[in-house]
C-alpha cells in the first residue's frame, strides 16, 4: 500500500511563519487529532506553545501520537470519546474545565466519509456519516460555547469541512453533512459575536495526509487533477490555516470559510473512488490527459 502524507519527524521540524510562543499558557482542543490533518494541527499548536488536547475514537491512535509528541519533548493530552454522543461530549467538557480552567481553542477535525455512488450509499451509511460530521461538530460546539457564556470566557472555533462549492461527487452524504455545518458556524458566529466567540470553517481541497490511503489507487490519482496547480496540498497548508483563524491575525474574522484548494474550487472534479469513463473521457478532451508527473 502507498504512503501518503508527512511523517511526525517532517512535521515536528518543519518551518513555520508563526512564533514559537504565539499560544502560550492557552488550551487547544483538537477533535480527530490521532491521525492526518488531525495531527498536523495539533503538532503545530504544540509547537507554539499551547496546551493541546487530542481527542477521537481509536485508543490506538491517541496512544501512538501521545508517544511521538513525548518523544519529540511535548506532552499531549488525549481522551477518547465519540463526538456523536452529547452526554459524554458534556463530560469531557467539563473535565477540560476543570482541569486547566479554560479553552481557547476548539478544532472540530474528527469526522468520516466513505467513497460511493449516491444511489448506492444505504441509509445506515448516510446516517452514520452525518451523524459524525454535521451532529458531532454540533455537539462539541456547542458544549464549547455553553461554557465560555457561563464562564464569560471568549472563544474560538474552527469547523474543519470540505471543498464542497462545486459539489462533491461520490461524497453526497459529506458533502450534506459539511454544508450543513457551514451554514450552521455562519448562523452561530451571529448569535455568540457578543460573547466574544469566534467561529470559523476551514476547507481543505486535496491535500495529502495519511488519509488518502483509505481510497482506491485510482481515486487518490485524481486528486493530483483537481486544481489547476495540478498537485495536491499537504497537512502543513491546513495546520497553518487553522493558526491564523485561531490566532490574534484572525481576530476581526468570524463566521467565514477559508477555502485552502489550490483553486479546486474553480477547477476541479476530484472523484474519491475513481472518475468514471463518461467523466474520464471529458476531463481528457477539456483539460488534457497528462500532469507534470506524466
Known sequence: MAEFGSSDNALFQQDTVYRGDLFAGQVVVVSGGGSGLGRAMAILFCRLGAHVI??????AKLEDAKT??????????????????VATVDGFMDAVFASHGRLDVLVNNAGGQFPQDALDISPNGWRAVVDTNLNGT????????????????????????????????QMAHTAAARAGVIYASKTVAVEWAPMG?????????????SAFARYPAEGSASFKQSNPMLR???EWDIAEGAVYLASSAGKFVT??????????????????????????LDYAATRGATTPDG
Open 255 to 280: 463566521g467565514e470559510t477559508l477555502t485552502i484548494d489550490g483553486g479546486q474550487q474553480l477547477w476541479g472534479d476530484p472523484w474519491p473512488g475513481g472518475r468514471p469513463a463518461w467523466a474520464e
Open 68 to 85: 511521538a509528541f513525548a518523544a519529540q519533548g511535548f506532552e499531549l493530552e488525549t481522551h477518547s470519546l465519540s463526538i456523536r454522543e
Open 232 to 234: 495536491a496540498g499537504d
Open 197 to 209: 466567540i469566534r467561529v470559523n470553517c476551514l476547507a481543505p481541497g486535496c491535500c495529502e495526509s
Open 138 to 169: 454540533w455537539n462539541m460546539m456547542q458544549a464549547a460555547a455553553k461554557r465560555w457564556r457561563d464562564r464569560k470566557a471568549p472563544g474560538a472555533v474552527i469547523n474543519i469541512v470540505a471543498d464542497i462549492w462545486r459539489g462533491l461527487p
Open 54 to 59: 487530542v481527542c477521537g475514537r481509536d485508543p
